[in-house]
Nanobody, 126 residues
């Protein structure tokens, strides 16, 4: 059982920055595929960024490339999502997720992940 707890959400003006954190209970986090997803009202949950299992390279969705940076602290078992140049369309509930065993090609598929946090709200003000 892997427990995930997101934090750091809030209200930020367009063009601003915000960093989210995801504390995990997993002591060997690098052995899990981990990712950030987001879901806006009335929309499907979408992939934001993630790390494949045993891979140090972070992958990001096209919509956030160049603006968002995902990182991880394996010693502290924490995932981060640094969000810069926020846009109105970035407003959503952000979730972190983890899975031990999904294949690499499924990184962006939310249905493949077994473990989820409860989410943290990011609101971009006009």
């Amino acid at each position: 059982q892997v427990e995930l707890v997101e934090s750091g959400g809030g209200v930020v003006p367009a063009g601003g920055s915000l960093t989210l954190s995801c504390k995990t209970s997993e002591r060997t986090l690098n052995r899990y595929t981990v990712a950030w997803f987001r879901q806006a009202p009335g929309k499907e949950r979408e992939f934001v960024a993630g790390f494949k299992k045993n891979n140090a390279n972070a992958y990001a969705a096209d919509s956030v490339k160049g603006r968002f940076i995902m990182s991880r602290d394996n010693a502290k078992n924490i995932l981060y999502l640094q969000m810069n140049s926020l846009k109105a369309e970035d407003a959503a509930v952000y979730y972190c997720a983890a899975d031990c065993c999904l294949i690499s090609s499924s990184l962006r598929r939310s249905s493949e992940y077994d473990y989820w946090g409860r989410g943290t709200q990011v609101t971009v003000s006009s």
